[in-house]
């Protein structure tokens, strides 16, 4: 049984900074591209980050880009999303996905599998 679980999010202020995590199990985490969405209420899941299989190719959506560092532990099966200088514009619903590298495009909408996400929620 596959699973992708988020973890790092909260209530923060305007300016701070959140590491999420995501640890899978069920998978062989190596041979998947690993992404992070967020989503608002009322709009599409947008794609945030993406990394490749060793970590050395990484992709940040503009709203991004510059505050955030994508990484990843293969001997953890775990990737990470730092945000800093986290503004009101950031809450959202982020989720995980896993995309299998033998199917699937890299950085791309399309995924194998989603995690349940988690809440980060900015004040100003």
């Known amino acids: 049984q596959v699973q992708l679980v988020e973890s790092g999010g909260g209530l923060v202020q305007a300016g701070e900074s959140l590491r999420l995590s995501c640890t899978t199990s069920g998978l062989q985490f190596d041979v998947y591209y690993m992404s992070w969405f967020r989503q608002v209420p009322g709009k599409d899941r947008e794609m945030v980050s993406c990394?490749?299989?060793?970590?050395?190719?990484?992709r940040y959506a503009d709203s991004l880009k510059g505050r955030a560092t994508i990484s990843r532990d293969n001997s953890k099966n775990t990737v990470y999303l730092q945000m800093d200088s986290l503004n009101p514009e950031d809450t959202a619903k982020y989720y995980c996905a896993a995309a299998a590298s033998r199917t699937h495009p890299f950085c791309k909408d399309t995924v194998s599998y989603w995690g349940q996400g988690t809440q980060v929620s900015v004040s100003s």
């Open positions: 990394i490749n299989l060793g970590g050395g190719i990484t």
